[in-house]
């Protein structure tokens, strides 16, 4: 079993920043691919970022060169840095682990962190 616990939402007015962080449990967290969703009212979620073992970045179009995810293995943490936030950036944000490298499923997901962005 692995638990993710996020952090670091919040109210923010649109251009600013913050910094998401999500710190897992699993004592083999350098091997899984971490991932950030979020999920508006009324929507579904949907993908934002994703980082794999070996540190390969993937960004949904909506935040490519304003959003950077990372990861520090050492502290079994995944960060989503957003700068330049948009109203629609507004959301509630999920850190999400692929534990199963050959499965493109991502099994365990954290409680989530609200993100709410000003105009």
């Known amino acids: 079993q692995v638990q993710l616990v996020e952090s670091g939402g919040g109210l923010v007015q649109a251009g600013g920043s913050l910094r998401l962080s999500c710190v897992a449990s699993g004592r083999t967290f350098s091997g899984y691919t971490m991932g950030w969703f979020r999920q508006a009212p009324g929507k579904e979620r949907e993908f934002v970022a994703s980082?794999?073992?070996?540190?390969?970045?993937y960004y949904a179009d909506s935040v490519k060169g304003r959003f950077t995810i990372s990861r520090v293995n050492a502290k079994n943490t995944v960060y989503l840095q957003m700068n330049s936030l948009k109203p629609e950036d507004t959301a509630v944000y999920y850190c999400?682990?692929?534990?199963?490298?050959?499965?493109?499923?991502?099994?365990?997901w954290g409680q989530g962190t609200q993100v709410t962005v000003s105009s």
């Open positions: 980082i794999s073992w070996t540190s390969s970045t």
């Open positions: 999400a682990a692929e534990t199963d490298s050959s499965n493109n499923e991502y099994d365990y």
